[in-house]
């Protein structure tokens, strides 16, 4: 067993949360046993993920997308009810890191994202008001549509939406270099676009999205949010049950969009 303060500790330590602005309080959302021996890990802390934590006894549950995000409702009543009675009557603690996951350079969803796609990362850029949130860098080798089709959803088991931004799939040079967001990154296509790469690939896809994408010449794959965002919480997982003594899994609740 491990004291719940000493392993939040020491994820703090990994990822820096008070250094970045978010949209929710990251670290400890809900506080459960002090003890920690069992941790259950997830992309988001929805129902089904609580009860699959509930079912192997954990203490903890460790997730990516957690709550009480920026403009929601205060009041607890219905879903936001259930979820947290679930993890007050169990004695689960509710651990989440939303932005500070997605840019670690070793754990994050970015970084994870990168290795299983065999993308080479060039870099980093502030997008959004966070430094460090948008990368890019090559694909493994230029692919032209059909084939990174392929090659996607081999990797991600989702057949993505990709919107060619340059001319006909069969008229198009082949795609070399890309940038990358995981999740509900889409509106930052056009600083993928100020970058000069090929393609941006993110999870979601906005109805102006496609608008963007034509107008400026650069291509958009949506690969799924759930689908681009597995990686980084595994990662994470696999760091604490590296360093601790701990029963550490991943469940993963899938999840189409």
């Known amino acids: 067993m491990v004291k719940r303060e000493v392993l939040i500790s020491q994820l703090d330590a990994w990822l820096q949360p008070k250094l970045i602005k978010d949209y929710c309080p990251n670290g400890l959302q809900v506080e459960g046993t ?46 936001k009810k259930r979820r947290l009675g679930k993890l007050l009557r169990h004695d689960i603690s509710l651990v989440a890191y939303h932005l500070p996951l997605d840019i670690h350079v070793e754990y994050g969803n970015n970084a994870q994202l990168a290795k299983v796609l065999g993308l ?39 057949d993505p939406l990709i919107i060619n931004g340059s001319m006909p799939a069969m008229e198009s040079k082949p795609w070399r270099t890309i940038a990358w967001c995981t999740g509900g990154a889409q509106g930052f296509i056009d600083d993928a676009a100020d970058l000069g790469v090929d393609l941006y ?9 496609v608008h963007s994408a034509r107008e400026l010449g650069i291509s958009y794959i949506a690969a799924g949010h759930h689908a681009t965002e597995r990686y980084g919480i595994q990662a994470l997982g696999n760091a604490v049950a590296a360093e601790f003594p701990l029963d550490v899994s991943f469940v993963d609740i899938d999840n189409p969009a």
Do not use: N
Request: glycine share 14%; with cysteine.
């Open 201 to 209: 690939l993110s999870g979601e896809v906005s109805e102006q999205t």
């Open 120 to 158: 080479s990362v060039d870099g980093q850029v502030a997008a959004g008001g966070t430094d460090g949130l948008l990368w890019y860098g090559q694909l493994p080798k230029p692919m032209q549509q059909d084939e990174l089709r392929r090659y996607l959803f081999d990797r991600l088991a989702r």
């Open 34 to 79: 002090g003890d920690v021996g069992k941790i259950v890990c997830g992309v988001t802390a929805c129902e089904a993920l609580l009860d699959a934590a509930i079912g192997r006894q954990a203490d903890m549950v460790l997730v990516h997308h957690g709550y009480f995000w920026k403009g929601e409702s205060a009041v607890i009543q219905g879903m």
